[in-house]
């Protein structure tokens, strides 16, 4: 299964600095970071050590590490609550690096993006009131963004989305009547 690459260009030109998107079928997209979050689902993290080592040791810097994930979704950023960040930055450490551990191949059920950075959603407090407020700020981001879309009479991206809800609870939003 093909699956999205994710990276943070750092390429001189017209998208300098912005999260750069190459969807399975190979089209690419640039989302300027302080407009847009993406969640990304299934996620692992992939890294060329060899390129890596050698920017480590001062070659010029290439491409050598990325984020694959089976689903991205862009959304607005708003009151999202900062979890752990993860890290490549292979002028300081050739590896990808999360709470101090190298994590090169680590695979997360979801990671997302706030302004330049990528983060780990962290664990649950005891009451899981952390998580419960990460999932209501992205339902919400996700409900303007529909609205957005429906405003546009742009359904692609929502019929998308709906096909990942298990049938039973389509089934069970519809009215009665139908």
């Not at 050698?54 to 607005?76: L, P, R």
């Not at 709470?99 to 695979?107: L, N, Q, S």
């Not at 780990?120 to 303007?144: C, F, H, P, T, Y």
Request: aromatic content about 10%; some cysteine.
């Amino acid at each position: 299964m093909k699956k999205y690459k994710i990276r943070f260009n750092l390429g001189r030109g017209e998208n300098y600095l912005k999260w750069k998107v190459t969807s399975p079928n190979g089209a690419v997209n640039y989302y300027e970071p302080n407009k847009v979050c993406l969640h990304m689902e299934n996620c692992k993290l992939v890294n060329q050590k060899g390129s890596a080592q050698k920017i480590f040791d001062g070659a010029n810097k290439t491409v050598c590490a990325w984020i694959e994930s089976e689903t991205v979704t862009i959304f607005t950023p708003s009151n999202i609550g900062q979890g752990i960040k993860v890290t490549f930055n292979p002028r300081v450490q050739p590896n990808w690096v999360c709470d101090g551990e190298i994590v090169d191949k680590g695979r997360f059920d979801v990671l997302y993006t706030y302004e330049s950075g990528v983060y780990q959603i962290r664990s649950a407090s005891l009451d899981g009131m952390e998580e419960i407020e990460d999932m209501d700020n992205l339902v919400d981001s996700v409900i303007e963004k529909i609205k957005d879309d429906i405003k546009y009479g742009d359904l692609t991206a929502i019929d998308e989305l709906l096909r990942f809800v298990p049938k039973e609870n389509l089934i069970g939003y519809l009215p009665e009547e139908i």
